[in-house]
């Protein structure tokens, strides 16, 4: 009721006209060793009321002892007052941003000449960030067992910093939380496999996701693709390579045009290892994000891997299953192989390419081996054959007798004449 009153009183006003009331809140102050968590967020909901109602009216001398005292006390034991602090940072590095030119000619001037000409580039609070990062790795390791996992230190300042992510994700200074977020990325992909903790387990792939949707400064670009990348090739756990593999296709999609062409090849290069990854599910991920990547910017890539595709399944001969080492290693080999293939028809779901059919023949000969083999080969002709149902009475003159022949077993596991 109080937030909506400060709310009501103060907003689209000027604050002169209700000094008392605006006094009386920036008087109030908050203790956060108190004992009450409802009160300490209480004050802290109608600080940030007032906030947001007055906007960079608070002025910037305000906003930022405000801000330091909020990074100070961001470890709090209170998950309800983190919560406020995290909307409340967001607030305050909101307010202070206000670029300012004294006519479009001088705006126009600075878009020319100046790196940052909106001010959006410049985090002032960096080092605040830092500092907590540099501790992240320790509180990592004196994390409490479950269930009293919620009340590390690590898992308090860590959900804190994603909220504070999450919140300004979703304003229009977005793209200005990159120089905050790319020290802060390599703990966020750690904090994706934490299933102890399901609160930063979901805010820290919600903030992968939102980040890969959010356009970032040009400069940027590049070092979060490579973050992207070295967490996939680099990372010690088969989930953080799961979590991160289709905030990389979204983010690859969203900033093709500012990639290099190095890039791409480097994406190439560790999609193509994440096929024989030791987790199915990695190389089931791995062949969708090849598939997507493909599609919209590597066609000159498609026959030269098929060829390589080829090769390595016809190379790759299961052994008998007593030896399970040799058999293990053989089945991914050609389940990889199987999946670059899967990937490359995959790419095409609405159109049949020169090459679709002869990849099906090459499909055939190994429907019938072990999963998980078969059941990526029935699932890419099943998928095949959904999206095509409409134009079949066209798409099936493109097939021979002995390519139709290889669908058909592909799909269903019998001859097209039976």
């Not at 992909?189 to 930063?200: R, V, Y």
């Not at 980040?211 to 693709?225: N, W």
């Not at 008998?320 to 199987?338: G, M, N, V, W, Y």
């Not at 409409?390 to 798409?395: C, G, H, L, N, P």
């Amino acid at each position: 009721m109080w937030e909506t009153f400060v709310n009501t009183v103060l907003n689209n006003r000027d604050p002169r006209r209700s000094k008392p009331l605006v006094d009386l809140i920036l008087s109030l102050g908050v203790d956060f060793a108190a004992e009450s968590a409802f009160a300490v967020t209480k004050r802290l909901t109608l600080l940030g009321g007032l906030l947001d109602s007055l906007g960079s009216r608070i002025g910037d001398v305000r906003a930022d002892e405000l801000s330091m005292l909020l990074f100070k006390n961001i470890q709090t034991p209170y998950a309800e007052v983190r919560s406020q602090i995290s909307v409340n940072l967001a607030i305050l590095i909101s307010i202070q941003w206000h670029p300012r030119y004294p006519s479009a000619a001088a705006l126009l001037e600075a878009s020319m000449n100046e790196n940052d000409p909106l001010f959006i580039r410049g985090p002032k609070y960096l080092p605040q960030v830092l500092a907590y990062v540099e501790q992240l790795p320790k509180w990592r390791e004196e994390r409490l067992p479950p269930p009293r996992v919620s009340h590390s230190t690590y898992d308090r300042v860590g959900l804190a910093l994603l909220q504070w992510i999450w919140s300004t994700a979703y304003s229009m200074r977005a793209s200005s939380m990159f120089p905050y977020v790319m020290p802060l990325l390599p703990e966020i992909f750690k904090m994706a496999e934490l299933n102890d903790s399901s609160d930063i387990q979901l805010y820290s792939g919600a903030v992968l996701y939102i980040l890969s949707a959010v356009t970032p400064p040009q400069e940027f670009v590049e070092p979060v693709m490579d973050q992207f990348i070295d967490a996939v090739k680099s990372s010690p756990s088969w989930r953080i390579r799961l979590s991160v593999l289709p905030v990389l296709q979204v983010f690859y999609f969203r900033n093709l045009l500012n990639l290099p062409d190095s890039c791409a090849k480097r994406i190439m290069d560790v999609l193509l290892k994440c096929l024989r990854d030791e987790n199915v599910e990695v190389r089931d991920t791995a062949s969708k994000t090849l598939s997507g990547v493909i599609r919209c910017s590597q066609q000159h890539s498609i026959l030269p891997l098929r060829d390589r595709f080829a090769r390595l399944a016809r190379r790759t001969k299961l052994p008998k299953r007593q030896d399970k080492e040799l058999f293990s290693e053989a089945l991914r080999t050609l389940h990889s192989a199987i999946l670059g293939l899967v990937a490359l028809v995959d790419a095409y779901p609405y159109s049949v390419e020169p090459w679709v059919p002869e990849t099906f023949e090459i499909l055939a000969r190994y429907s019938s081996d072990p999963p998980p083999i078969s059941t990526s080969i029935r699932k890419c002709a099943a998928s095949f054959k959904q999206t095509h149902q409409d134009t079949w009475a066209m798409d099936q003159l493109l097939f021979n007798e002995d390519q139709m022949l290889a669908l058909s077993t592909v799909v269903s596991g019998t001859s097209y004449y039976a």
